[in-house]
Each structure stands twice: as C-alpha cells, then as structure tokens.
C-alpha cells in the first residue's frame, strides 16, 4: 500500500481506538482554528483574544448577590469562563452552544476569565 492509503488506515485505526472525548476535543479545537481563533492553552493574562468553542456549562448567580452570568468555554484544548457583569440571562447562551467569543484574558483564582467578552452565537454543524 501507498503512503496515502497508510495515512487514511492510521486515522481510521485512530478513531476507532480513541476515546470519544478526545475525539470530541480534536474536532472542538479542529473547528476552533478553522474560525480564525486563538487555542485557550496559548492564551495567557493580558492577551486580547478571539476563541471559539462549545460552552460546557452556564451558571446563573444567586437572586441577592450582584447580578453575573457565567458559561465555561471549551475548545478542545482548554476551558475559559466568560462572565457577564449585571446579566442574569443571555438568549442562547447555554450549555452546548458553539461560541465565539472576543476579549481580554484574565485570571481569576488560576482560571482564564473573559469579562463581559463581544460574543457570536455560531450555527451548530
């Protein structure tokens, strides 16, 4: 066999022996960079950033604290919480959404933070 038919045999081995959430995150992080986005595990405090990924959750803040809206951010290679200030509800963010989203990175409590991030809802493929 050729050099193209032993590539085409490895990646199918590959699928069929990998665990589905790496496959997931290589397909997250193939799609991520395919729009243009920075890898979140590039990203460090200061950097003006584009990411784009699936959000893995969304957490709304308690009715008596200071209004904020949270949704971890995942790409493939790292998650990015995105936090909305004076939010309690955004239509279409939720978990499983595909987002893409523009900010200054941050660091809060040795996780990467975008603070009020300009956000596009991507269609979901």
Known sequence: MGNKGDGAWHRLVKRLTT???????????TQSAAQGARRACDCASGDEVTLCGRLRSVELSPRDAVATLEAELFDGTDGVTLVWLGRRRIPGIEPGRTVKARGRIAVRDGRKVLYNPYYELLATT
Do not use: I, N, Q
């Not at 665990?19 to 992080?29: C, G, K, R, W």
């Open 19 to 29: 665990d589905v959430a790496e496959l997931d995150a290589d397909d997250l992080s």
